[in-house]
């Protein structure tokens, strides 16, 4: 296997892994939320946070650690505009998860100890920059599979 294919794949696995981990903490973090149940919600909370750091964190490193793997090996990809606009969505979403992040590190304390109301805050930005974000993470796998030229 050239260095390519095995940057390339790579690449596809950390793409899966950062959308898969996404959209399952996206879902148990809104299900324990809207169980009512302070005690899930708190577990929650707190694994939600290990699990962006263990899965998320880690993809993303191999995501951009594989992207500029293979932009070493054909650094003319640079002038193509599906990858510039990939690129510019790469940074748009990365932008969205930080406060993301930290919302997520308020929700953990917040769950512990504060008003129903300061979680529901909380939690209602959080749900709109990963609403935000989602879509963006789409059009960037769509991106990188279809490589249209505009």
């Given at each position: ?18 959308l ?21 919600f ?20 191999m ?20 990858l ?9 979403v ?17 769950a512990?100890?504060?008003s129903?109301l ?33």
């Open positions: 296997m050239s260095i390519y294919l095995l940057l390339k794949t790579l690449h596809v696995i950390s793409a899966i892994v950062v898969g981990t996404g959209v399952g903490i996206a879902w148990y973090t809104l299900r324990g939320w809207l169980s009512g149940d302070r005690q899930v708190r577990w929650i909370s707190r694994e939600t946070v290990t699990a962006d750091w263990v899965f998320t964190t880690s993809a993303i490193v995501l951009l650690g594989s992207a500029a793997g293979m932009l070493s090996i054909y650094p003319a990809w640079l002038q193509q505009s599906w510039k606009v990939a690129m510019t969505l790469t940074v748009l990365f932008l969205l998860w930080l406060p993301v992040m930290v919302l997520q590190y308020r929700l953990r304390i917040h512990q100890k504060s129903d300061e979680v529901h805050r909380v939690m209602k930005l959080w749900c709109a920059l990963g609403a935000a974000a989602f879509p963006l993470m789409i059009a960037i796998v769509f991106l990188m599979v279809a490589k249209p030229h505009f």
